[in-house]
């Protein structure tokens, strides 16, 4: 038995410039899992959720954005970098749902979650993050970067996997049998995800003077700074004594865990503090989950109605619902793009003001009245973009704001003036903070929700009928259902989706981008029927349509191949890709009113680019196809974006241009972000695994 974080399957040699093949990712994760079962074992998978409502890990997770940023915009140079496509856990779910593997996503950071869940079941964890190091896990951490499940052991019915096991008393053996209590000191001192003490750098420096950094002797490398941490910890036999030490060395009264004269924010409280990290109570509350499936983890998402709870804990919602929700705040994926143009994210902007709108507005009943009352809202906030509304600028506007000071039970409307309207607890509580990239900075953007015209309500989001929920879905994306008629029910939210984005998208896509789009979504469905031999598409020649599937995929980039990257494309489907991401969230959060599409077969990013090069040569897209399923398929799909893309939808086009407080959506040039910028920060491996240097070569299975 294995519990694995979720942390997904190591993936060297797979493009990441393109945008992502999430087709070959699919088939690494599809092999990982049947290695798995060649050898009996039964993975139990554990995500991260929403962000911690304490706040503990924010600079580590701006860090790594900003970190992301840069490693995005290296790989658009063609130069080196480490950026994981934005569908990437999209699709690991997806997968983990069709394989029948148990999973959860939790509330918010699963580590302490899964390290609970491990020790309970006695089961080892296979992550590679690196906090797993220090947690006293009996079955032992196994590094997912030294898993050799691409070579299994073994004969057929006894099949092993070689790893290196981990475990803290093997540590502790190796450095004079410490005490295991003093390793989460260790982490707290060496700086890790959750709380690094402002004063870190000072007692490292005090510490060095004792002797860390030294040389390890005659033929020996010198000691890392973690091992020097650790040998000097081994010299006490409580972590009590060690936290005494570190405020003697500080010139603190009254050391110990009371900190400086028994204050509780002193050095050694806040070392306390981050030492609990690492706390493992004696029963998880997973357990549960994964036995019977009924009692969803408990956390954040209690703010959420059971639905969605739910669909929480089954992975079917995506963070950035629970992160809007609960926190007014979401740090946006960065892409492989144009890093010189605006954030790609920026032209799904109108899909995410719906989603906080319903995520954030509260009240009774949403009567005929109330609807005026937001569509004077919505007015109003359109006046404050452009200076003097259409019918005049001094009509009283609509106030909501909240009936009790940090309660959102319930809500009051009063007119008011627009000055009002901009200054009162309307703009405040329907308002979300956006971590996005401009330049190469982050910045942040606060962004008002968006009212929407049909009425809808978070609390009672589960009794409206599927036909409403569908209504708001293309409300946002700006389409009527009639126009989807002709598509595939599977494809129909990938087809919405390109529609919103051919309106949206800025620079306008263009004709080629378009068609190798869709030539791509063609291809997942040859591969669809090559690969399950579904019989939803009748009376087709399926012999000469693996013919035109062949011809299709000899079109791709191939590794080590010298063309040069075209920038134009990459940042032109980075901006599909941020629409669907924004609208399969949107999708899940009206409880998937319409089905996801497969998105292992929706997009292959070094198949798109290389079609777009064939296209832009000036040759016909039908010349790749057949007659019996994928031209007709390709022209119905085309003409029906086609169709659904006239900028005719005020919902989608005039929500998409809405004013980002904090700053233009768009930077001008020269323009450089400020505000949430990160400088000097380390690269995203260093703060992912700095306990590294604790593997041995010896400890291998």
Not at 207 to 236: D, N
Not at 511 to 526: D, I, S
Not at 610 to 629: H, I
Not at 661 to 687: K, M
């Amino acid at each position: 038995m294995c519990g694995c974080s979720g942390a997904g399957v190591a993936c060297p040699g797979l493009d990441q410039q393109h945008g992502g093949d999430y087709d070959a990712f699919a088939s690494l994760l599809t092999q990982f899992l049947s290695a798995l079962a060649a050898c009996n074992i039964q993975p139990y998978v554990v995500l991260d959720g929403g962000t911690d409502p304490s706040d503990k890990k924010f600079s580590t997770l701006r860090q790594r954005l900003q970190s992301k940023i840069r490693e995005a915009d290296s790989l658009s140079h063609g130069r080196n970098g480490s950026v994981l496509p934005l569908l990437t856990r999209a699709v690991f779910i997806q997968i983990l749902i069709q394989r029948g593997v148990p999973l959860v996503q939790c509330p918010a950071e699963a580590d302490l979650e899964i390290a609970c869940l491990a020790r309970q079941w006695n089961c080892p964890v296979l992550t590679n993050d690196s906090d797993f190091y220090i947690f006293d896990l009996p079955g032992g951490y196994l590094p997912l970067n030294f898993f050799q499940w691409t070579n299994l052991n073994g004969k057929a019915s006894h099949r092993y996997i070689s790893a290196r096991c981990y475990t803290t008393n093997e540590l502790c053996r190796r450095f004079g049998s410490m005490n295991k209590e003093l390793l989460p000191l260790c982490a707290v001192l060496a700086g890790n995800d959750y709380s690094t003490p402002k004063d870190a750098d000072q007692i490292q420096d005090l510490l060095g003077v004792s002797g860390i950094g030294r040389s390890g002797g005659k033929g020996r490398a010198p000691i890392s700074r973690i091992e020097g941490f650790l040998l000097w910890l081994s010299s006490f036999k409580y972590p009590a004594d060690a936290l005494e030490e570190v405020s003697r060395l500080m010139g603190e009264e009254g050391g110990g865990i009371g900190g400086k004269r028994g204050q509780k924010d002193g050095l050694s409280s806040q070392l306390w503090a981050g030492m609990q990290e690492y706390h493992i109570t004696a029963q998880s509350a997973l357990a549960q989950w994964f036995s019977e499936g009924k009692a969803a983890p408990k956390g954040q998402t209690s703010w959420l109605p059971g639905c969605l709870s739910l669909a929480a804990a089954q992975g079917l919602l995506a963070p950035l619902a629970v992160d809007a929700l609960v926190m007014h705040r979401v740090l946006l994926i960065p892409q492989v793009e144009n890093s010189r143009l605006a954030s790609s994210h920026f032209s799904a902007s109108a899909i995410r003001r719906a989603i906080y709108w319903i995520l954030l507005q509260r009240g009774q009943d949403v009567s005929a009245q109330d609807m005026r009352a937001q569509e004077n809202i919505s007015q109003g906030m359109r006046d404050r973009r452009g200076g003097r509304g259409r019918g005049g600028g001094g009509r009283g506007q609509v106030i909501i704001s909240p009936t009790q000071q940090g309660v959102s039970s319930g809500f009051r409307i009063e007119r008011a003036g627009a000055a009002t309207v901009a200054a009162q607890g309307y703009s405040a509580s329907l308002c979300v903070e956006e971590y996005d990239r401009m330049d190469l900075n982050i910045k942040k953007n606060n962004v008002v929700a968006h009212p929407l015209k049909t009425p809808l309500l978070l609390s009672t989001l589960d009794q409206a009928p599927v036909e409403v929920r569908l209504g708001v879905l293309l409300e946002v994306l700006g389409l009527k259902e009639s126009t989807l008629a002709a598509v595939p029910l599977h494809l129909r939210l990938a087809v919405a989706v390109t529609a919103f984005w051919l309106r949206e998208a800025k620079p306008p896509p263009s004709q080629p981008q378009l068609q190798a789009l869709v030539l791509g979504m063609v291809y997942g469905e040859l591969s669809w029927g090559n690969q399950t031999e579904t019989t939803y598409y009748k009376h087709t020649d399926w012999a000469a349509e693996r013919n035109v599937w062949a011809g299709l995929d000899h079109q791709r980039v191939r590794p080590g191949e010298r063309r040069g990257l075209d920038v134009g494309g990459i940042h032109s489907f980075s901006q599909w890709q941020a629409c669907l991401w924004s609208a399969l969230c949107l999708n899940q959060l009206l409880l998937r009113p319409l089905p996801e599409p497969h998105l292992s077969w929706l997009y292959s990013g070094t198949l798109v680019h290389g079609l777009l090069k064939y296209l832009k040569g000036g040759r016909a897209a039908e010349s790749l196809l057949g007659v019996s399923m994928s031209g007709p398929l390709y022209s119905s799909l085309l003409e029906t974006v086609r169709n659904c893309s006239s900028k005719t939808h005020p919902s989608s086009s005039a929500a998409g241009r809405g004013k980002r407080g904090g700053g233009r959506g768009r930077r001008g040039r020269g323009g450089r972000g400020r505000g949430g910028v990160e400088r000097g920060g380390r690269r995203t491996e260093d703060i992912n695994n700095r306990f590294t240097l604790l593997m041995s070569e010896e400890e291998f299975d």
